[in-house]
């Protein structure tokens, strides 16, 4: 099976902090997607990455940065994280068509 | 119009009974649709594909697809309540491999 790991499963930062999330994936799937959901909006597209040192905007990209310096590793940065970034966050790796496996998420409390 | 819309609930449903949840979506060229399980505070859990019109069967699992009417259901049979959950329908855009999520229908199965 497809592991998706995520490197924390809480965090608590403080607003203006740089922050990483990390994802692995064991299966060298090409792509590979970070989302955020909230009570009430579901789940939201913040970037996806096709190929290694590839990103693609999604549909709320802003105040986020990602890098993919290795087909296995996504990682989500936060420049400066602001109390509206609290929420949880599920990295997703897909083999093209054959549905997302999610890593167990990471819940991120900004104060 | 939502692309992918789904009754957020609750539906409760008593144990042993058939759980009917529906989802309806707005992509005609849509091919490929995905069921996926979430616990509260948890990931979302792949349960169901289905690309073809018609049912596929797993289990007390069944999805239904009828792409002339766009929708697709999953059937939950002999309902336990460890299948209290929210359930997410989820639909691949063919050319970007970007999956649209519904909202989610939150399932309640009273013991």
């Known amino acids: 099976d497809v592991k998706v790991t995520q490197s924390s499963r809480y965090l608590v930062k403080r607003t203006g902090e740089k922050v990483f999330l990390e994802c692995v994936q064991d299966m060298d799937h090409e792509n590979m997607f970070w989302y955020r959901q909230d009570p009430g909006l579901g789940l939201r597209l913040i970037y996806f990455s096709y190929d290694v040192k590839m990103k693609e905007k999604g549909d709320i990209p802003e105040g986020y940065s990602v890098s993919r310096e290795k087909k296995e590793r996504f990682s989500l940065i936060l420049e400066s994280a602001s109390t509206n970034q609290t929420s949880m966050y599920l990295c997703a790796s897909e083999d093209n068509g054959y549905g997302y496996t999610f890593g167990s998420g990471t819940r991120l409390t900004v104060v | ?111």
């Open chain 2, 1 to 111: 119009q939502k692309e992918v819309e789904q009754n957020s609930g609750p539906l409760s449903v008593p144990e042993g009974a058939i759980a009917s949840l529906n989802c309806t979506y707005s992509d005609r060229g849509s091919q490929s649709f995905f069921w996926y399980r979430q616990y509260s505070g948890k990931s979302p859990e792949l349960i169901m594909s289905i690309y073809s019109n018609g049912d596929k069967e797993d289990g007390r699992f069944t999805a239904q697809l009828n792409k002339a009417s766009q929708y697709v259901s999953l059937l939950i049979r002999d309902s336990q309540p460890s299948d209290s959950a929210t359930y997410l329908c989820a639909v691949p855009n063919e050319r970007t491999y970007k999956y649209i999520f519904g909202t989610g229908t939150r399932l309640k199965v009273l013991a």
